[in-house]
């Protein structure tokens, strides 16, 4: 690694009197409404971000609840018909002995969900509650958040390609079930939700911090 | 000297108080998305990155001819985006019965009542939204790289195209892929069609592509066009 500059302490645009476009990355003086660059509102810290993040927190936390009660796949073979939850079908796969496929479900169907959930909802509370946490592990957190959530959807490209493939007339057919649908949408949600989070918010707390550690 | 040098990481000088900054022209500063860290601006060279002292976000990643490159890119991924979602995907054979469906036939398959909003959403990430930033960035950056003026409505086209990127996502259905293949296996034998593959190397380039963008130095030439 090549150091052209070693830090000491860093300053924030809004301590040097700016406004950052978090679009663009361009500074304006302070009070600016509108980026001139990218056309980006421009605020210092969003203050509502933190009411936006719990709303489509909770939509998105309100549909995963049903897309874990209906069936995710409605199996037809023959005379049967099977219909399977999005853990029912891990289960399932599992004891055919596809271990690996199994894990990978329930890994992007309940593991990533429910921990996105939670990691959300602690960084959101985090930055109210000063000096709890270090910034830098709550940036991994939200880094990794707003990287892995996407890839929930794979549950619901898995059906899909199910549904429009096993289409085989009298001998088995697969469709999507309603948990397919609020799936998505929790995924959807839970997405917004985290893009809704202003990750200034998490330096904010340390250096207030750093501040109050100054003084003693 | 012969030997390939990995990226080399370049820390951003950072001014040493706040008197200094407000001296300095505006846009000769840049700050840091994630964490409000202000800098002086310092190009680094291509192949180098300038990274955020304080919370290591890559702010410069300027790449030798890039332009060049994500365009080059950006042609061939629409040629195939197109092709792919037309041409047959997948075909499934069980006692002599056969189905054969494109990309599109497995977006399309949810239409029943509320699914229909499901269909489009399913077509939209992996067919339409890839798409779209593909012409998107062609638009916003043929003129930059023939070092014309910049396109009309440039802004508004690379805005929509970043701010569609998380929700683009041909690499989840790849994986998608794989995972349905393991579950239909003991069911039946599953062949791949032509799509199988353009859209395998459609995923190495949408990924290649983002790697090659640097943000920040798109937004710079629309503002300056000439200078770059
Ligand atoms: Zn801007
Ligand atoms: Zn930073």
Redesign the interface.
């Known amino acids: 690694?090549?150091?052209?500059?070693i830090?000491?302490k860093?300053?924030?645009?809004?301590?040097?009197?700016?406004v950052?476009?978090?679009?663009?990355?361009?500074?304006?003086?302070l009070g600016t409404d509108v980026c001139r660059?990218?056309?980006?509102t421009l605020v210092s810290r969003d203050v509502f971000s933190l009411q936006k993040v719990w709303a489509l927190w909770l939509v998105g936390l309100m549909c995963y609840v049903p897309a874990n009660m209906y069936p995710m796949l409605r199996t037809q073979q023959l005379f049967t018909v099977d219909e399977s939850t999005i853990i029912g079908g891990a289960v399932d796969?599992a004891h055919?002995g596809?271990f690996?496929?199994a894990a990978?479900?329930l890994v992007a169907s309940v593991v990533i969900p429910l921990g996105k959930f939670w990691a959300i909802a602690f960084l959101a509370v985090s930055v109210r509650s000063k000096g709890t946490f270090a910034s830098g592990k709550r940036?991994l957190m939200y880094e990794i958040v707003?990287y892995i959530g996407?890839?929930s959807?794979?549950?619901?490209?898995?059906v899909?390609?199910?549904?429009?493939?096993?289409?085989?007339?009298g001998?088995?057919s697969i469709?999507?079930g309603p948990a397919?649908?609020f799936f998505?949408l929790s995924v959807?949600f839970t997405?917004l939700s985290a893009?809704a989070f202003d990750?200034?918010m998490?330096?904010d707390a340390q250096s207030e911090d750093d501040k109050a550690f100054e003084n003693v | 000297m012969g030997v390939l040098h990995p990226p080399r990481y370049r820390y951003m000088w950072r001014m040493s108080d706040a008197m200094n900054l407000t001296k300095t022209p505006l846009e000769e500063l840049i700050v840091c998305p994630i964490c409000d860290a202000t800098y002086q601006l310092q190009r680094p060279k291509a192949g180098e990155r300038a990274v955020c002292v304080r919370c290591h976000k890559v702010l410069i990643a300027p790449r030798y001819k890039a332009g060049m490159q994500i365009i080059a890119i950006a042609i061939a991924s629409v040629v195939l985006v197109i092709a792919a979602s037309v041409f047959p995907f997948l075909e499934i054979s069980v006692a002599g019965r056969t189905n054969a469906v494109s990309i599109l036939d497995a977006a399309l398959s949810f239409t029943r009542g509320p699914m229909l909003v499901l269909a489009l959403l399913t077509a939209g990430f992996i067919i339409f939204v890839p798409l779209l930033r593909m012409l998107l960035t062609l638009y916003v950056l043929i003129p930059v790289v023939l070092d014309r003026p910049a396109a009309k409505h440039a802004v508004w086209a690379f805005r929509i195209s970043e701010a569609m990127r998380p929700w683009s996502m041909a690499e989840i259905f790849a994986l998608g892929c794989a995972v349905a293949l393991v579950k239909v296996a003991d069911l039946a034998t599953v062949s791949f069609g032509p799509a199988f593959w353009m859209f395998g190397v459609l995923v190495v380039l949408v990924i290649a592509q983002d790697g090659f963008m640097c943000k920040w130095s798109v937004w710079n030439s629309l503002e300056y066009p000439k200078k770059r």
């Open positions: 690694m090549e150091f052209t500059g830090p000491q860093t300053v924030t645009a809004r301590e040097a009197g700016l950052a476009c978090t679009r663009c990355n361009r500074a304006w003086p660059r990218c056309g980006k796969l055919y596809a690996g496929i990978v479900i940036l707003e996407r890839w959807m794979i549950d619901i490209f898995v899909a390609i199910l549904s429009a493939l096993v289409q085989l007339q001998l088995a469709t999507p397919a649908f998505a959807i997405m893009q990750p200034r998490i330096w």
